[in-house]
């Protein structure tokens, strides 16, 4: 693994009759953003039904589970885990009945001192069913609820510390939120006759749903029979918007912070190409990480733009392994050089990120192999060299191979000619955000809220 992985998607309907199948459409849409298990909870009103499994979401829904899901409120997710292990039971929407409330909640995100409160909640008498840090979340808000779900949530944020964008559903109401720091991206989107709730718009599009707005950093949204409602939790923080989910996590064709994903890349490969005026053949990506940086970089330079390296799009995710004399053979199963067009070749690559540079140092052995005469290597970010406690699964500092090594000896790991980083001023310059309302800590080590340096995806299995 030398990218970091994805982390959860979100997508709730309400107000619409077909509401778990669009459910089942948006998640679809977001499958990039977690493909170890996904869910759909849907409710009629009186009668609340679900359905969750490991897998992704094609394999996990059909038609007749559609079916079953009946009403015209639904909530999913799309889940990788960044706290908690790869169980079913950690699989969500995961849900509650409390008080004679159905509580079901989907959560994108870390939440920083989860552990803590789980503590104090288990010396309270909580049990917990879960190792997940969202369950944490459903309890504070059902302890709350006889105040009312708006009067619960806004207790609930006002303990919970870290990054979350979330959807909580009941019977009849959807409720959003977003951190005060605002590190993960979620929107409103209208149906004729309802709304949805999205970590990308990407998922809008594809369900017909015309975007309204990002929910707030700080910002609960209440939707229900009689609208939508905006409460602000009174947390005030300054924004921090994860630029990770700009530079790889979401896809090009959505909006997220204010930003297109397409043009901010693109425009990281122009600022690259004025920073590293490079005197070479082609450029080309390793797809699909630096497609969209490739392709800023070729038009500002004037440099031909080549798929110097074939994708094959149907490697499923379990192969048999192969033994150990079959060198490479992971890496090659999945992307092919094409040697007619590389042989003899100064290449420019353009990559998105190097975390441990392992995977960037088989790929460049491979493209020596067939005969390029010089490699060079543009990364469109600087260099990550702190680990991510909001939900980012990096690897641990440890293997960070930036937090290791210097540039020049990445460039000598990996086998490179050159290699350059794109810089901070640079990167931020991209987007039109300004840099005051951004996290990069990944890049910086300045994290925007304080972060438990302890913290792994299982510690809550360790009680
Ligand atoms: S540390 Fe990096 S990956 Fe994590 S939220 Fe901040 S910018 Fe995003």
């Known amino acids: ?245 700009l530079i790889y996590f979401a896809r090009p064709d959505s909006n997220i912070f204010g930003e297109n994903v397409y043009l901010f890349r693109k425009e990281q490969g122009k600022l690259l190409a004025r920073a590293f005026p490079l005197d070479v053949d082609l450029v080309m990506p390793f797809p699909d990480s630096g497609n969209y940086a490739a392709i800023g970089y070729a038009q500002s330079s004037g440099l031909p733009y080549e798929m110097g390296v074939i994708r094959n799009h149907y490697v499923g995710r379990t192969f048999i392994q192969p033994s150990q004399s079959m060198r490479d053979f992971g890496v090659k199963v999945k992307l092919n050089p094409v040697r007619e067009l590389l042989k003899d070749k100064r290449v420019l690559i353009i990559e998105d990120s190097i975390i441990r540079g392992t995977t960037a140092k088989t790929r460049v052995r491979t493209l020596r192999k067939i005969g390029a005469r010089e490699i060079h290597m543009l990364v469109s970010c600087p260099p990550h060299r702190f680990p991510c406690y909001y939900g980012i699964d990096f690897s641990s500092r440890g293997e960070l191979i930036a937090a290791q090594k210097t540039v020049d000896e990445i460039r000598d790991y990996v086998g490179l000619d050159s290699l350059g980083y794109l810089d901070i001023e640079d990167l931020v310059k991209a987007t039109r955000i300004p840099h005051g309302d951004l996290c990069l800590a990944c890049f910086d080590g300045r994290y925007p809220v304080p972060v438990d340096v302890g913290f792994t995806k299982t510690c809550l299995e360790v009680d």
């Open 1 to 245: 693994m030398d990218h970091p992985r994805e982390k959860c998607g979100i997508f709730a309907v309400i107000g619409h009759e077909d509401a778990a199948k669009l459910t089942y459409f948006g998640l679809y849409a977001l499958q990039h953003r977690g493909q170890e298990s996904a869910g759909i909870v849907a409710s009629d009103g009186n009668h609340v039904r679900e359905h969750k499994a490991m897998g992704l979401v094609p394999d996990i829904f059909n038609e007749g589970i559609l079916d079953e899901l009946k009403g015209n409120i639904a909530l999913g997710h799309v889940r990788y885990s960044t706290t908690g292990s790869s169980l079913l039971v950690n699989a969500q929407p995961f849900r509650v009945r409390y008080s004679g409330k159905s509580l079901a909640i989907a959560h994108n995100g870390n939440l920083v001192n989860a552990h803590e409160i789980r503590a104090q909640l288990e010396e309270a008498g909580s049990i917990f069913q879960t190792t997940m840090d969202s369950e944490v979340v459903l309890h504070l808000t059902a302890k709350c609820i006889r105040k009312g779900l708006e009067q619960a949530m806004i207790e609930t944020m006002a303990q919970v510390k870290g990054a979350y964008s979330m959807a909580i559903m009941t019977e009849d109401t959807i409720i959003a939120a977003r951190d005060p720091n605002g590190f993960r991206p979620l929107c409103i989107g209208k149906l004729d006759s309802g709304y949805v709730v999205s970590s990308e718009t990407c998922a809008l599009d594809l369900v017909d749903a015309k975007f309204i707005r990002e929910v707030e950093p700080g910002e609960i949204v209440i939707i229900n029979e009689a609208g939508l409602r905006s409460v602000p939790s009174g947390i005030k923080s300054r924004k921090s918007q994860c630029i990770f989910e």
